[in-house]
């Protein structure tokens, strides 16, 4: 897919300040709405890279939006629905610059869930300023029960508070688990442990199981 919006850096002639800016790729004008958005990130003190990323983030689903002809402003359920399969079944496009073509690389079903969560960061400051109607708002979120509460979660009197708004957009995603360390790789880190107290400590550890999956020295 070529892209309709980007994200470019935009430096002030006068005092030289790199901003993150979303311009239209044919004519290079600024889209308004998305640059208030990223403005507001800098407000509340985010940093240059979250802006840098959000601004990609931004552009890609307005261009998402310009190819399937839809109203970035008023997405159905299942334009953001096909928006969020369309993120993990298309492949990445190559890196600028690469001169030879890798092979086809696609995004990560965290990755999806990472630009689907600004993609609700952007409707919702879109609705607050009265861009965005509610109505569309209200399909980023359903609610959920919780049976486990986390520890320190306030549940409320009989537990009323136990029914939270979870993001209705959301690929569940299995965290990797932990790669159990060697005998061998135990001892050449103890080798390598530059004091004698280093040593200590990264025995101590792998004797008492510190070590997550970690099986104790022989």
Not at 187 to 197: C, K, L
Request: glycine share 8%; aromatic share 10%.
């Amino acid at each position: 897919m070529d892209a309709e919006f980007v994200a470019e850096r935009a430096v002030s002639p006068v005092t030289g300040v790199v901003r993150w800016v979303v311009v239209d790729a044919r004519s290079f004008d600024l889209q308004a709405e998305a640059v208030a958005f990223l403005a507001s990130l800098r407000a509340r003190g985010c940093s240059p890279n979250t802006e840098r990323a959000y601004a990609g983030r931004v552009a890609l689903y307005l261009s998402y939006c310009r190819m399937r002809r839809l109203d970035w402003r008023t997405p159905g359920f299942l334009d953001l629905a096909g928006l969020q399969r369309w993120l993990v079944e298309m492949p990445v496009p190559p890196r600028v610059g690469q001169v030879r073509p890798g092979s086809v690389r696609y995004r990560s079903r965290g990755t999806a869930n990472v630009i689907m969560t600004v993609v609700g960061e952007f409707l919702r400051f879109g609705a607050a300023h009265g861009w965005v109607p509610t109505t569309t708002t209200a399909l980023l979120s359903q609610p959920k029960l919780l049976r486990c509460t986390p520890p320190g979660f306030d549940s409320g009197e009989s537990g009323q508070q136990h029914r939270v708004e979870a993001a209705a957009f959301r690929f569940k995603v299995t965290e990797s688990g932990y790669e159990d360390l060697s005998d061998e790789q135990i001892r050449r880190m103890i080798a390598a442990a530059p004091s004698a107290r280093d040593r200590f400590l990264i025995a101590l550890l792998a004797c008492t199981g510190m070590f997550s999956g970690v099986r104790a020295l022989s």
